[in-house]
């Protein structure tokens, strides 16, 4: 079955602080692999995407994600934290065989001073 | 540029009541794709639209119908509503495929009581 799990609900990190938010996908080929950021009140926002290459990808806002075949994941990292970076954050694949994108139920970020 | 935009933000009706939900993209792409979000769940795929005339279910499409009226507008509409309707309704738009960079609107806030 294809499915993606984001195995923590909530992260509370401070300002300037490291980070790393977990994204594990079981799918049956490559998958392509997103992480969307939503903003209180807002609609969500590409940060990066994976389908083939380097396994390092580059985002928008200092992030970045890497993928791990051997491990069926991509997480997400930021090495300093703003305080503009709480948010809530969607890993998702795709597509599926019903030509979904499956979106996990997301992590949400708060930012301490 | 407003990108993707969408009517209301905010609604209540009614059990059994009907209403249609409007979008419009001005970025000139061929797909547009209505999700819903409910809490402590990732975003679900109600319909989509690969091209002008051509509309496809989803993972939840039961309760709903849309409209490609043309290549900018894709309206979802709720027949008669139930309270497991109750959401919160984006839609998204991306240059063709369903892997392509989704651009999501604000929202639309449901409740049916």
Redesign the interface.
């Given at each position: 079955a294809q499915s993606?799990t984001q195995p923590d609900i909530h992260i509370t990190v401070s300002e300037g602080a490291s980070l790393e938010l977990r994204c594990n996908y079981s799918y049956g080929a490559t998958p392509?692999l997103f992480w969307y950021v939503q903003s209180p009140?807002?609609?969500?926002?590409?940060l990066l995407?994976y389908?083939s290459g380097d396994t390092l990808v580059q985002g928008i806002k200092g992030f970045e994600a890497e993928f791990k075949r051997s491990q069926s994941s991509f997480n997400l990292r930021k090495p300093s934290v703003h305080w503009s970076d709480a948010a809530e954050y969607?890993c998702?694949v795709?597509?599926t065989r019903?030509?979904?994108?499956?979106?996990?139920?997301?992590t949400r970020l708060t930012v301490i001073p | 540029n407003a990108g993707?935009t969408q009517t209301p933000k905010f609604q209540v009706l009614k059990t059994g009541q009907s209403m249609t939900l409007q979008c419009a993209q001005d970025m000139n792409h061929n797909s547009m794709y209505w999700y819903r979000q409910d809490p402590?769940?990732?975003?679900?795929?109600i319909y989509?639209s690969a091209s002008e005339g051509t509309t496809?279910k989803?993972?939840v499409p039961n309760g709903y119908n849309v409209s490609r009226l043309n290549k900018r507008e894709f309206s979802l509409r709720l027949e008669s509503a139930a309270p497991s309707q109750t959401s919160v309704y984006?839609c998204?738009s991306s240059e063709r495929?369903?892997?392509d960079?989704?651009y999501?609107?604000?929202?639309t806030r449901l409740t049916v009581l």
């Open positions: 993606v392509y009140g807002q609609g969500l926002q590409l995407k389908f969607f998702a795709g597509p019903a030509n979904n994108l499956f979106f996990g139920t997301g | 993707v402590g769940m990732g975003l679900r795929l989509y496809d989803g993972e984006f998204a495929a369903l892997t960079t989704q999501f609107g604000p929202g």
